[in-house]
């Protein structure tokens, strides 16, 4: 089977949609946007289904379009341009490219009233054998980017010493002046607290009001557990890693030339 045989199919089912969702009109743009900006197994799509339960629009983790973006935002000379249009279109954002440094700050001066949420779990060690489940499961370029290697085992202090940078970083972001007011830290799996007070913290954080009170927005959203077959990427769980990993390579760096009728939508 030959390269383009298999890289036109997902052309079909991936870039075209995405080129249409780029050129769609803005959604809630009289809604400050909110920004989830931890790292990957830091509670992120709960975050984000709860953000769709309050009605906001959401753009989360979307597999080929989001590698795409990622990849773009992690250029030596990053470009920016697809992820503002991106973020023209919905009212939240979660996991990749939104928490990586170079965009998150970017966000807060293209949007000054945005806001921004560092999602955490409740102590490294937990995250840690999160993320080893998530990369046993898949290999994909964006881990060796951000975290130095593709997998946690036999790599554990660098994928440690990221989340503690990032941390650090996104604190000493919220810390600033042009940030008072605008962050907000949430450990997903926080030992003791309830689904109420989850949501309290989150909806006084925004500033909104909940008819009837927060004890009616029910449970509080536990996405996207790594025990579900069904969450893992789709490619890894069809064709394999070493395949999925070959294959989006490829197609990232062909993307370019494939997308040039859509470069007006793309930005």
């Known amino acids: 089977m030959s390269s383009l045989q298999v890289l036109l199919p997902l052309f079909v ?26 790292l990957s197994k830091t ?7 709860a953000f769709e339960l309050l009605n906001y629009s959401r753009s ?4 080929i379009w989001s590698r795409y973006l990622c990849h773009q935002a992690m250029l030596a000379g990053p ?28 966000m807060s001066k293209t949007y000054p009233d945005s806001k921004f949420i560092l999602s955490l779990r409740k102590s490294e060690k937990v995250w840690l054998e999160s993320m080893r489940r998530h990369t046993r499961s898949r290999i994909w370029e964006g881990h060796n980017t951000i975290y130095g290697a593709y ?16 941390m650090r970083d ?19 799996d926080a030992p003791g607290e309830s689904d109420d007070s989850r949501w309290r913290k989150l ?10 009170g927060v004890e009616t927005l029910g ?27 070959t294959c989006h390579g490829v197609l990232i760096r062909v993307w370019p030339q494939l997308l040039c009728p859509f470069q007006g939508l793309l930005g």
């Open 13 to 38: 089912l991936h870039v075209i949609p995405f080129a249409l969702v780029m050129g769609l009109p803005s959604r809630g743009a009289t809604t400050p946007k909110v920004f989830v900006i931890g």
């Open 43 to 49: 509670g992120t799509t709960s975050l984000g289904d």
């Open 60 to 63: 989360g983790w979307t597999d």
């Open 79 to 106: 470009n920016l341009r697809p992820v503002v249009s991106m973020s023209e279109k919905y009212q939240m954002f979660e996991d990749l490219p939104w928490s990586l440094p170079q965009v998150y700050t970017n």
């Open 151 to 166: 997998q946690v085992d036999g790599n554990e202090e660098m994928f440690l010493k990221t989340y503690v940078n990032h």
């Open 170 to 188: 996104v604190r000493a972001f919220f810390a600033t002046d042009e940030m008072e007011g605008r962050g907000m830290e949430m450990v997903i």
């Open 203 to 212: 909806v006084e954080f925004l500033g909104i009001e909940i008819p009837g």
């Open 219 to 245: 449970e509080f959203p536990r996405s996207n557990s790594g025990r579900l077959w069904t969450n893992k990427d789709p490619l890894s769980t069809l064709c394999g890693s070493h395949w999925q990993v």
